[in-house]
Structure formats: C-alpha cells, structure tokens
C-alpha cells in the first residue's frame, strides 16, 4: 500500500482523484477546509482513509496534517499539491487581498504541504505531483497573478527535478480549462459570465484523475515530469 495525501479534495480535480484511485493500493488522505463534504467522501471510497481538515495556508495545519499521515499509515509515498483557486481579473481591477489569497494557497500552500513531507518523500522514494496549469506556462489577460502563481509552481517542481532526482518523483500536471467550480471564484461578474460557458465546456475531473493515475502507474524506473492538457475542439 501506498499512501497519498491529496490536498483540495473536497471538490472538483481532487474529489475525482480519490475517487479513481484503486483502494487495494492506497491509503488516501483526504485534505481541505470543507469537513463535511471531505466526511462524505471519505464514506463513500471503499479503502483505508482518512479526513484531515486543512488550510493549507495554514503552516501548522500542513505540519500536522504530514504528521498524523504518517503517524496512522507509517509513511507518506505521493504528495498531491491541488489546492487552488484563480480569480480572474484585469491588473488594474483586481484587488491586492485576492493577489495575496491566490499566493498564499496557490504558491505558499505548494511549500507548507512539501516541506514537512519532503523527508518522508524522500525516506519513501516518493513523488510529487503537482498540479500547474497552461498558465504554468503561458500569461493570459485577465489572469496575470493567476500565471505568476502556477509559473511559481512549475518552477518549484522543475527544482524537485533537478535537486531530488532519483530520489524523489516529480509530475506537474498541466490542465487547460476544467468543468469544476474554479471558475465560479472570479468577483468579476463581466470576465466570469465570459467565461464560465468556456469551462463548462472544459475537460471533466475524471479526465484529468485518469492521466494522474496513468502518471503514478509509469514503471518505478520512469518519471513523466509534466502532462499538458487542453480541451480539444
Ligand atoms: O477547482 P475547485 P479545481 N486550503 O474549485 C481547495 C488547478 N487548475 O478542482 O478548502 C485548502 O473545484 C478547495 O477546498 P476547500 C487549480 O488552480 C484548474 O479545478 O474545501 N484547500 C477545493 O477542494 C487548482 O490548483 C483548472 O474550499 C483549499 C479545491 O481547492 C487545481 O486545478 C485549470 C484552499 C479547489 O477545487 C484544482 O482546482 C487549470 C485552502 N486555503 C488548473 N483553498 C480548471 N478548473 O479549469 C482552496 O489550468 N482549496
């Protein structure tokens, strides 16, 4: 058995991860702020679980939640950083508390669930992923700080590459538009109506699982560093 902590599983990309995952081959530790529905979920997944309430803002949540992971199943194999949120907006609308949210969950939360599992990790073997975006990549209008954040993250896996290898796996995963509710925290009423028709019509959760699930089965001697999805149509 391997154990996997997945942080933002209470919706969208991570709920569909714990959910693809084989139960026979992990103890999967569910990680968010929404207890209840984390609870629900963890009821319905068939193997070994467990539900750790965390705000990965939050430096001695993240701390505790490595700790009782390792505590209860002995190690911590695969770190999944997927908390995230994006509020889409304009340089000159968009509001400084938003800029600051965006990289306290999106960069800062990556680094205070890596820290305290990185030895673990790397007593384990053990593997990162990442989830990044086309943003990793690319700057968009409408989504400066959202890219500066998922450029940060491609940057913090690219130094597990070069820093750990053959020690520690690393995978961003690279998504274009997904059907969660992502794009329903832009405040901006005018780019979110825009652009709300565009994720709908996005991948679904379940696609991107499926490539995580492909990623974590490559043969132990092979590493997929980044998988980038976009929509096809
Ligand atoms: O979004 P959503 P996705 N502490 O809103 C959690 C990236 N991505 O599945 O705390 C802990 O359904 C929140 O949990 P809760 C994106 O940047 C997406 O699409 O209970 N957790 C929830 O479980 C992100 O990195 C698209 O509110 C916190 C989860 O994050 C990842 O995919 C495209 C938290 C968000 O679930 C998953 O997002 C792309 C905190 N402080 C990249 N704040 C896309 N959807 O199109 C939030 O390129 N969460």
């Known amino acids: 058995m391997k154990t996997i902590i997945i942080t933002g599983a209470s919706s969208g990309i991570g709920k569909a991860l714990a959910r693809s995952l084989d139960p026979t081959r992990y103890n999967i530790v569910l990680a968010a702020r929404s207890k209840e ?4 979920l963890a009821a319905e997944l068939q193997g070994p679980t ?3 309430v965390t705000d990965v ?12 992971t390792a505590d209860r199943f002995g190690s911590v194999d695969i770190l999944v950083n997927n908390a995230g949120l994006g509020f889409m907006d304009q340089l ?7 800029w600051h949210t965006m990289v306290d969950v999106n960069v800062k939360g990556v680094l205070n669930c890596l820290h305290p ?3 673990h990790l790397v007593q384990a073997k053990g593997h990162v992923i990442n989830i990044g975006s086309i943003a990793s990549h690319y700057v968009f209008p409408n989504s400066g700080v959202y890219c500066a954040t998922k450029h940060a993250v491609f940057a913090i896996s ?3 590459r070069v820093e750990l290898m053959g020690k520690v ?3 961003t995963i690279s998504p274009g538009a997904v059907d969660t509710d992502f794009i329903n925290k832009t405040t901006n009423e005018t780019i979110h109506s825009n652009m709300k028709d565009y994720f709908a019509n996005g991948m679904t959760s379940d696609t991107i699982a499926a490539q995580i699930v492909h990623v974590l089965d490559a ?3 092979t590493v997929v560093n980044e998988i980038i999805l976009r929509p096809f149509r």
């Open 37 to 40: 529905v984390l609870e629900d």
């Open 50 to 52: 467990m539900v750790c």
């Open 57 to 68: 803002t939050d430096v001695e949540a993240c701390k505790s939640l490595v700790k009782k």
């Open 92 to 98: 000159v609308d968009g509001t400084l508390e938003q």
């Open 117 to 119: 599992c990185l030895p």
């Open 158 to 160: 690219e130094s597990i």
């Open 169 to 171: 796996k690393v995978t």
């Open 219 to 221: 043969p132990e001697n």
